[in-house]
C-alpha cells in the first residue's frame, strides 16, 4: 500500500490539519504532492465544516523545497505559484506551523499563509541562485512577505536566516518552544473561529486589495451592507447578551 504524501485531519470545531508526510525527503514538494494541494485547498475553501487550516510537516522538517529530482520546475500540470496562489486567496485562515527547514518552494507555501509560527530551531532559505537561476516565480510571493530590502540580502544570497530573524522582520508572527507549539496552535485557531466566517473571508478579500493599492468599492456602502447582514446581527446580539455567537463552538462542547 502506498504511504499518502500528505495527511488531512479535521476536527470536530471545524479545525483541519494537513501534513506534509514525506518525511524521507524533508518533505520536499513533487508533482504529486503539488497536485494533491492544490485539489485540497479547492475542497476546503467549498466546505462550510472548514474553518481553519493548520498546514504541519512530518519528521525533521517542515518543507525542504521542491523535489527537482521528481521534475518540479519543468512543465507539469500544477506549479508551486498555482500552489500558493491559491492558498493566498483561500477563504477561510490558514496556519503554517514551521519547524527544521523551510525553504525555496516550501518558504513560499509558508509565506501564502495567514500565520506563521516557528520553533526556536527553524531555519529558512532562498536557495534558487546557488544553483543557478533566480526564483522568478516566487518573487510575487515573497516581496510582500519580506520586502525588497530584506530580500536584496537574502534572495540574492541564498543564505540561510533563523526563527528570530523571520520574527524580526515580521515574516514569523511567534516562535515557541516545541513543548509548548501544540498550545499555541490551538489558542490561534480558537481566535479565528471566534470570527464570523463570511466576515472574515470578506476581511482577507479587502485586505488583500488594499495590500496590491487596488481600490475597493464605495467604503461606507460596503459597511451599510455588511453591518446590516446576518452576521453582524447575530455578532452584535450575542455581545449584548453576553453568549458565544452561533458560528463559534466553544472547546468540548
Same mark, same amino acid.
Given at each position: ?54 498546514? !504541519? ?8 523545497? @521542491? %523535489? $527537482?529530482?521528481?521534475? =518540479? #520546475?519543468?512543465? /507539469?500540470? *500544477? ?73 536584496? !540580502? ?8 533563523? @526563527? %528570530? $530573524?523571520?520574527?524580526? =522582520? #515580521?515574516?514569523? /508572527?511567534? *516562535? ?78
Amino acid at each position: 500500500m502506498t504511504r499518502p504524501k500528505i495527511v488531512i485531519e479535521q476536527s470536530s470545531r471545524g479545525i483541519v490539519g494537513l501534513t506534509l508526510a514525506r518525511p524521507d525527503k524533508g518533505n520536499a514538494l513533487d508533482a504529486e504532492m503539488l497536485a494533491q494541494l492544490l485539489t485540497t485547498f479547492d475542497r476546503l475553501d467549498a466546505d462550510p465544516g472548514a474553518r481553519v487550516l493548520v498546514i !504541519r510537516g512530518e519528521g525533521k522538517h517542515w518543507c525542504s523545497g @521542491a %523535489d $527537482v529530482s521528481g521534475g =518540479v #520546475g519543468d512543465s /507539469h500540470d *500544477v506549479s508551486i505559484v498555482d500552489v500558493c496562489t491559491r492558498l493566498n486567496v483561500l477563504t477561510k485562515p490558514t496556519v503554517a506551523v514551521v519547524h527544521g527547514a523551510c525553504i525555496g518552494a516550501g518558504l513560499a507555501l509558508a509565506a501564502s499563509c495567514d500565520v506563521l509560527l516557528a520553533t526556536p530551531e527553524a531555519f529558512f532559505a532562498i536557495p534558487e541562485v546557488r544553483l543557478g537561476f533566480p526564483p522568478v516565480e516566487l518573487m510575487p510571493v515573497f516581496v510582500p512577505a519580506f520586502g525588497a530590502r530584506f530580500l536584496r !540580502r537574502y534572495l540574492l544570497s541564498g543564505e540561510r536566516f533563523a @526563527a %528570530d $530573524v523571520a520574527l524580526r =522582520v #515580521g515574516f514569523a /508572527h511567534a *516562535v515557541h518552544p516545541a513543548t509548548a507549539m501544540a498550545a499555541a496552535v490551538d489558542e490561534t485557531a480558537d481566535a479565528f473561529l471566534r470570527a464570523a466566517p463570511g466576515a472574515l473571508a470578506n476581511g482577507k478579500k479587502l485586505l488583500r486589495r488594499f495590500a496590491a493599492g487596488e481600490q475597493a468599492e464605495d467604503l461606507h456602502d460596503l459597511h451599510a451592507r455588511w453591518i446590516a447582514g446576518e452576521e453582524a446581527r447575530e455578532g452584535l446580539a450575542s455581545f449584548k447578551e453576553k453568549r458565544h455567537p452561533g458560528w463559534y463552538l466553544p472547546t468540548g462542547a
